[in-house]
């Protein structure tokens, strides 16, 4: 199956750093990335959607100028997640999903980056 | 709008007893369904998905599912659970093709020997 890469897959810092996360598709051409994020013992909630060459879309609630999407190739999609602050530790998620048009095309999903915030 | 609704928080199953992990959508159309699976600290692997045709569908270790449209439900099995299943298991739901998914709050599913 395909294969989608994240990095780092675990990351401190301190408040009021910004922190990179790149997401990779490593066999194949990811039009449409997303990115998830999930708090302890909860289910993965919708933060963006990125498609290749466009802005991110970002779902109600994502503060779009603190979590920066950046979808430049069609195998690399990073988030940026700027000035963190301990509220922003959560583990993220990154899927990729190849094609487009009518049929879906089922999504891969990345190993996720745990980020701490201190 | 579209919703997930996986009833059972967590799950306790003895080792070789058999399982079902119920998972209930709401959505106008005909949805996409899947079933992952989450082990501490990990990704998600996918278990199993619906698309379309046969509404028993079969997955990856032993898995299977079955969508009961007139029952809003696909609900994931397993006849004979092993203690490596201890996980957490997501159901999640496509709105239209190509979509993101929205998840379930997920069953923590946990193994006695």
């Known amino acids: 199956g395909a294969v989608v890469s994240q990095h780092p897959s675990r990351v401190i810092c301190k408040s009021g750093t910004s922190v990179k996360i790149e997401c990779r598709s490593l066999d194949f051409q990811a039009t449409t990335m997303f990115w998830y994020r999930q708090f302890p013992k909860q289910s993965l909630m919708l933060m963006a959607t990125?498609?290749?060459?466009?802005?991110?879309?970002?779902e109600q609630g994502v503060e779009k100028d603190k979590f920066l999407i950046n979808h430049a190739s069609l195998t690399l999609s990073t988030l940026t997640v700027t000035s963190a602050h301990p509220e922003d530790s959560s583990f993220y998620i990154c899927?990729?999903?190849?094609?487009?048009?009518?049929?879906?095309?089922?999504?891969?999903f990345g190993p996720g980056t745990r980020l701490t915030v201190l | 709008a579209q919703s997930v609704t996986q009833p059972d928080i967590h799950i306790t199953v003895s080792e070789g007893a058999s399982l079902e992990l119920r998972c209930n959508y709401s959505y106008g159309a005909t949805p996409y369904l899947f079933w992952y699976v989450q082990s501490p600290g990990q990704g998600l692997q996918l278990l199993l998905k619906?698309?379309?045709?046969?509404?028993l569908v079969q997955g990856i270790k032993g898995f299977e599912a079955e969508f009961k449209r007139s029952q809003s439900s696909f609900n994931l099995r397993k006849p004979s659970v092993h203690w490596s299943d201890a996980a957490e298991y997501f159901c999640?739901?496509?709105?239209?093709?190509?979509?993101?998914?929205?998840f379930g709050k997920g069953t923590t599913l946990s193994v006695s020997s």
């Open positions: 990125s498609n290749e060459g466009s802005k991110a879309t970002y």
């Open positions: 619906y698309f379309s045709g046969d509404t």
């Open positions: 999640a739901v496509g709105r239209q093709a190509g979509t993101a998914l929205i």
């Open positions: 899927s990729a999903r190849e094609g487009g048009g009518g049929s879906y095309n089922e999504q891969f």
